[in-house]
């Protein structure tokens, strides 16, 4: 079986994220592959958002960028919307009782 090239990253991607340091410590950091594999989006839309303003924080090493756990966990965030709220009419509680 051959896997294309965005096959080929995301099962990259999926192997790196389970991958764990010597000392057995997951990692804190996400490349940006991984970023968009664990939230479901592609690295077109990654850098799409990322051109508005809407993308996670990233930290850049040497030639490397990462997005630490911590920026993605407040992008996450950022980009979800509150339940929303109850109003007046509407109960928690109200069941519906079914007629015989």
Known sequence: MTLNRHERRAAAAKARRYKYNGRG??????????????????RA???????????PDETRLL????????SARRWRERHTRPPPRPTAD????????PTL
């Open 25 to 42: 410590v997951p990692r804190a950091a996400y490349a940006i592959d991984e970023f968009c594999w664990a939230h479901g989006f592609s």
């Open 45 to 55: 839309t990654y850098y799409n958002l990322k051109a508005k303003g809407l993308g």
């Open 63 to 70: 030639n490397r960028i990462t997005i630490t756990e911590e």
């Open 90 to 97: 509407h109960h928690e509680d109200t069941r519906l009782i």
